[in-house]
């Protein structure tokens, strides 16, 4: 008779995050429209590609190194802290930490 479920299964899910950032330049590399991305003070090249209407100084979120969607500066501004905030909790910190 064959168990169902006879695989070990994780001890933790992984999930992946869409962040918010702020466009701070737009350029085109190897015909592909790029920018450069702040979120919260980290800079990083990100694909434009998929939101043709994208200006500097509009935030976008982007996952996985693609802008995917253009957010409010006060939604993005939000989650960035939050996201801060969950940095600084003491869920985040070590045991040796405590």
Do not use: W
């Amino acid at each position: 008779m064959l168990k169902r479920n006879t695989l070990p299964q994780p001890r933790y899910r992984v999930m992946c995050l869409a962040v918010p950032g702020k466009v701070e330049s737009i350029f085109e590399a190897d015909e592909m429209t790029m920018g450069t991305v702040n979120f919260g003070g980290v800079v990083k090249e990100v694909c434009l590609a998929l939101l043709p209407e994208i200006q500097v100084g509009d935030y976008a979120v982007v996952h996985a190194g693609f802008a995917i969607s253009r957010v409010d500066e006060t939604s993005a501004e939000e989650t960035l802290r939050t996201f801060q905030a969950l940095q600084q909790s003491p869920l985040q910190q070590s045991p040796d930490q405590h």
